[in-house]
């Protein structure tokens, strides 16, 4: 007679499923916090190689145009524009043309005056970690024209007090704009800035992250100081600032003041900053 072995098996108890299941869950709590820690690490470096292509450009351009940086705005940045009758362009539609081939997405040379949102350079709105959608309750149009970088407005502003205090500053200069544009109620203007006047150019910011195509600080009389400026009237705009983005790459949950952002200087090198150092950074302070 021949006997024939069969191999037996047995199912799961439910306690050993348990414990299985918690082992995973184990494993999950202690992977995930790295996971996204590299993630935003990513996120940060290719930040960070945007702004650095975008600081080359920014050369490129002024060695093509007498040394000058790009205009912020031309020629206005209301409603009205100036010259009469002059069209609009902004900075990154300015040096679009240095960050690619110059040819529009249907193969057309790029007009930077008359550019259409799909033929401005891929990398100025690539940051990983913009949201420009969810922060501007506007119009994709509107939206387009807010890349998520912002490019200094106040590229000669220095405090003249060791910590950033009272109005006391120098070289308030608003640009670069054209001299006879200038925002309503301020009398310092300029016309074209060059590359050179900005010196130390390692300590002069020239775009970072941004929550509009501005970066800027604003004195704020209750704090008796220049610091990031609140969003107090721009219903539009789901964000506590209306310039900059001082906290973009911070870890959820971070407190604001250990948060950083990403800025480009006018030597190209790029440098991640909490707020408190931007802040330093752009009055021209130690930091």
């Known amino acids: 007679m021949t006997i024939s072995n069969r191999s037996s098996s047995r199912a799961f108890t439910l306690v050993e499923l348990l414990v299985v299941i918690g082992i995973i869950a184990v494993l999950i709590s202690i992977l995930l916090p790295s996971l996204n820690a590299a993630r935003r690490s990513a996120s940060n470096v290719r930040c960070q190689s945007n702004l650095k292509q975008i600081g080359l450009a920014i050369v490129m351009y002024s060695h093509s145009n007498d040394g000058n940086i790009p205009w912020q705005v031309w020629s206005d940045w209301t409603t ?127 775009v970072s992250d941004s929550v509009d195509y501005h970066l800027h600080l604003s004195f704020n009389s209750t704090e ?14 789901n964000y506590r600032f209306t310039s900059g983005h001082p906290d973009r790459h911070g870890r959820p949950g971070a407190r604001f003041q250990d948060a950083t952002a990403n800025y480009v200087f006018a030597d190209t090198h790029v440098e991640s900053l909490t707020p408190d150092q931007a802040r330093r950074a752009l009055l021209q302070l130690p930091r």
Request: glycine content about 10%; charged content about 15%.
């Open 224 to 237: 008796g100081r220049w610091n990031w400026p609140r969003n107090t009237t721009v219903t539009s705009l």
């Open 80 to 206: 009205a524009s100036y010259p009469a009758g002059s069209v609009s362009t902004h900075w990154y539609k300015l040096i679009t043309p240095y960050l690619g081939s110059g040819k529009g997405k249907d193969g057309r040379t790029l007009d930077i005056y008359n550019m259409a949102s799909s033929d401005v350079a891929p990398v100025i709105a690539a940051c990983p970690d913009w949201d420009g959608p969810a922060r501007w309750n506007t119009s994709a149009s509107s939206v387009a024209s807010k890349p998520g970088y912002g490019y200094n407005a106040l590229p000669k502003l220095r405090s003249t007090d060791s910590q950033g205090l009272g109005t006391a500053v120098s070289g308030v200069l608003w640009g670069p704009f054209p001299a006879d544009n200038i925002p309503a109620g301020e009398v310092d203007k300029t016309g074209p800035i060059k590359l050179t006047d900005l010196r130390p150019a390692s300590a002069r910011v020239l």
